[in-house]
């Protein structure tokens, strides 16, 4: 069962344009969320997070919007760049005060078009 | 560079062959987590680490499988009799306590022929 959904493998952007990652997650006690970025070969590295009790969170270009409601979140990417071509994963963690793991989704892979 | 660090980066071994990967995390970080990752998934969690406890293991993680971390820095994975399923990425994170953003090295890539 997947708690943690992107349901677009891929997505293709201009450049200089706004980039829309989206996400659904299952379980309502996941406490805070995450993305990250992978290039080829490489590890994912952590770009923004935000917790349950914020609806947006703002870093440079990237923004994370939650709507606990609706289970959903998304990363906004603007404007994109050649560099943003990577995959994104989105991943949610239950609270701290639990044992418990980090769930990533399968990835976005976002191309951004020159 | 103090980030998390794995060797080696990459493995071409043989089926039936049994195979190490070591993982040096931040170093002020208690927490260290071990992940997969194939081809179109994301990371899949195999077990993780609380100093030198194991708290929990995934049930990928098969007795063929085997995570230590014997004075809570470094951890090791092995995977012994190794199948041409295990071919994968083996991540390697950490975290403090107190955080929830975990940081992962840059993956072992494992090959098996």
């Known amino acids: 069962d997947q708690q943690v959904k992107q349901n677009s493998p891929s997505l293709s952007v201009q450049e200089g344009r706004i980039s829309i990652l989206n996400c659904d997650y299952t379980?309502?006690?996941?406490?805070?969320f995450l993305w990250y970025k992978k290039y080829p070969a490489e590890g994912p590295t952590f770009l923004i997070s935000?917790?349950?009790?914020?609806d947006k969170n703002e870093d440079g270009r990237f923004t994370v919007f939650l709507n606990k409601s609706a289970k959903h979140l998304s990363l906004h990417i603007v404007p994109s760049q050649p560099g943003d071509s990577a995959v994104y994963f989105c991943?949610?963690?239950?609270?701290?005060?639990?044992?418990?793991?980090?769930?990533f989704g399968k990835g976005t892979r976002l191309h951004i078009l020159p | 560079d103090t980030g998390v660090s794995q060797d080696p980066r990459h493995k071409i071994t043989k089926r039936g062959q049994n195979v190490t990967f070591r993982c040096d995390p931040i170093s002020e970080h208690n927490r260290l987590y071990w992940y997969r990752q194939t081809l179109g998934q994301g990371p899949e969690f195999l077990t993780y680490?609380?100093?030198?406890?194991?708290?929990?293991k995934s049930r990928l993680l098969s007795d063929r499988f085997s995570a230590e971390r014997p004075k809570g820095s470094f951890s090791t994975l092995e995977i012994q009799r190794t199948e041409q399923g295990d071919s994968a990425m083996y991540l390697c994170a950490s975290s403090s306590e107190r955080s929830y953003t975990i940081y992962f090295g840059e993956g072992s890539w494992l090959t098996v022929v």
């Open positions: 935000i917790s349950s009790i914020k």
């Open positions: 379980n309502s006690m996941f406490d805070y």
């Open positions: 680490f609380q100093n030198e406890a194991q708290l929990e």
């Open positions: 991943a949610a963690s239950p609270p701290m005060n639990r044992d418990d793991k980090i769930i």
